[in-house]
Every structure is written in C-alpha cells, then in structure tokens.
C-alpha cells in the first residue's frame, strides 16, 4: 500500500509540474503574439506563414533580377551586348 501512495504523490508531483510548464509556456505564446501583432500587425500564425511565404516570393523574385543585372553588367565589361 505505501508504494501506491508514493506512485500517487510523486504523479501529482509530476502534474503539477507540468501545468506549471504549461502555464508558463502559455505566457511565452501571448509574449509572442503581442510581438507579431506589434511588429508586423498579425494577429495569427496562420497569417504569419501567409506573410512569409510572401516574403519568401518576394527575395526569390529579387535574387533573379539581380542576378540577371550582374549577368547584364558582366557582359557590359566584357564588351558584349546585355541579354
């Protein structure tokens, strides 16, 4: 019998830790969306994978075109005509 009231306190040892940690890591969350609301006016995470894909499209468009003006101002150099 005391080994099953040992068991039962040490889970309920354990159960509180872990809502502690639950409580905790909830107050981390909030912390976190108040700062995506503050910084970027998002008030979910659905809408912030939406606005990075965005951002993502839009560094991948940029990485293009500047790499056609380096191909541009290569061949400017190189005394040939711009692609």
């Given at each position: 019998?005391?080994?099953?009231?040992?068991?039962?306190k040490e889970c309920e040892k354990?159960?509180?830790?872990l809502q502690q940690e639950k409580a905790?890591?909830?107050?981390?969350?909030q912390q976190l969306m108040n700062q995506l609301k503050e910084t970027f006016g998002i008030d979910s995470i659905?809408?912030?994978?939406?606005?990075?894909?965005?951002?993502?499209?839009?560094?991948e468009n940029n990485e293009a075109n500047l790499k056609k003006i380096i191909s541009n101002m290569e061949d400017i150099i190189n005394g040939s005509k711009p692609k």
């Amino acid at each position: 019998m005391p080994d099953i009231v040992s068991k039962l306190k040490e889970c309920e040892k354990k159960i509180r830790s872990l809502q502690q940690e639950k409580a905790k890591q909830e107050g981390r969350r909030q912390q976190l969306m108040n700062q995506l609301k503050e910084t970027f006016g998002i008030d979910s995470i659905e809408q912030a994978v939406e606005e990075l894909g965005k951002l993502q499209t839009g560094v991948e468009n940029n990485e293009a075109n500047l790499k056609k003006i380096i191909s541009n101002m290569e061949d400017i150099i190189n005394g040939s005509k711009p692609k």
